[in-house]
């Protein structure tokens, strides 16, 4: 089972859990929101402040994986892994990885554009 930690205040990461969880008819994911009351708690090993900053996942390994690594990871446990995995390939993957960072520091602001919503108050996946 994969775990992601992923951001319920942010509509475009909302919608692409949404998307992952629609297709995860193995049950292979388990989405964790870091915003819950007791992330801490339940997740002592993961930072909900630099999980905020950048995409954290927990492969079906047990190995943390960040970023664009952790969305592969996600997308390859329900099957879609294809979609983007050239996103890791040798010199495509410092481009992706670059532009992912700019992403993530900006994605309030690009779902504001895109959806008209920068924030929501833990939107639901479901």
Known sequence: MVTV?????CPLCVK???????WDG???LRLVD????????DFPNVDPSSANRILHAQDSDGQM????DATYVSWDAVGKGAWVSWLRWPVIAWF?????????QHRYRISA??????????????
């Open 26 to 28: 193995d049950d292979a």
């Open 113 to 126: 554009i895109l959806t008209g919503q920068a924030r929501c108050q833990q939107c639901q996946i479901k």
């Open 5 to 9: 930690f992923y951001d319920s205040m």
């Open 34 to 41: 870091i915003h819950q009351a007791d992330f801490s708690i």
């Open 96 to 104: 992706a990885d670059k532009a992912y960072l700019f992403f993530a």
């Open 65 to 68: 994986v960040y970023g664009l």
């Open 16 to 22: 692409e859990m949404r998307k992952l969880s629609r």
